[in-house]
């Protein structure tokens, strides 16, 4: 039972990573940046929410009316202001742009946060749990954050095959000269693209603020796992996010249960045993496909 209860509990921490790592996914997808600023804006996010339950008492969950659209504005402003002018220059500009993004960043929240950790107030529901068997125990926050984690990959699916600028995001993301010359404005679709996955980082900030203490520096272990679970499931691919978020949190709850220090561990090893059996991910599918 207790090795039941470890998948269990790693199946429901794939939500959180998958929700972490949709934003990522979908980046890469549309415009094929690796943003290294991730991370530190999932905490942003989740010190927007701590702020506004901390101040003004605001339902942690209500904080995501105000966090998702603050969210999708920084998203939209960092494409448009520094994003798309770094693309001009190849590949590796808006990686470096990125990485001084989360740096600075970084040092603002210290500045203005401090080193301490914190935590969002979830109130009941945040230590909640259903009974399964005698030794098996779902909690509420953890199940909520997997149905949201999957609604989320799935409504992304659905916008990028049924909209307008779902499939302007796949035809920039196919050839852009085509798509430049098809009438689409790659600057403003990159922009939408962003702000929609920056938007995304919003809940997944929260609900990770909510889950667990964070910090300034939190940002760099928040980047590692959405990475890795971009990176197990397969680049560009959503469905394949999803799953990569799953076997990420199994592998590490099931190490977990070996040995509490062996968790993050066993993550890693998992990995790099895809990344060197499977280099292109469990899933090989574009996000545009």
Do not use: C
Request: charged share 10%; glycine share 12%.
């Amino acid at each position: 039972m207790d090795w039941l209860n470890a998948v269990l509990q790693g199946l429901l921490l794939g939500g959180l990573y998958a929700l972490l790592a949709a934003g990522l996914s979908l980046m890469f997808g549309v415009m094929r940046i690796v943003n290294l600023a991730h991370g530190v804006l999932a905490v942003v996010a989740a010190y927007m929410g701590y702020f506004l339950v901390h101040n003004f008492h605001i339902n942690a969950f209500l904080t995501l009316i105000v966090v998702i659209p603050v969210m999708a504005g920084i998203g939209w402003v960092l494409q448009m202001g520094l994003f798309n002018p770094s693309l001009k220059s190849g590949g590796l500009a808006p990686i470096l742009v990125a990485f001084g993004i989360a740096v600075v960043i970084t040092n603002l929240l210290q500045a203005f946060f401090t080193a301490d950790t914190r935590s969002i107030d979830a109130g009941m529901l945040g230590v909640q749990s259903i009974q399964v068997t005698d030794t098996i125990y779902i909690g509420v926050f953890p199940l909520i954050t997997f149905v949201v984690g999957v609604l989320v990959i799935a409504g992304l699916q659905v916008y990028l095959n049924r909209t307008r600028d779902g499939r302007a995001m796949r035809a920039a993301s196919d050839d852009k000269d085509a798509a430049q010359l098809m009438g689409i404005d790659n600057r403003r679709i990159y922009a939408k693209a962003t702000a929609l996955a920056i938007g995304i980082v919003g809940i997944a900030g929260v609900f990770l603020g909510i889950r667990t203490q964070f910090s300034p520096t939190y940002g760099d272990a928040t980047l590692i796992f959405a990475f890795e679970a971009v990176i197990i499931g397969g680049l560009g691919s959503l469905w394949g996010t999803l799953i990569g978020g799953i076997v990420l949190g199994v592998a590490q709850t099931v190490g977990a249960q070996i040995n509490p220090s062996y968790g993050v561990l066993f993550g890693n090893l998992v990995f790099l045993a895809i990344l060197a059996f499977r280099p292109t991910g469990l899933l090989q599918k574009a996000v545009n496909s």
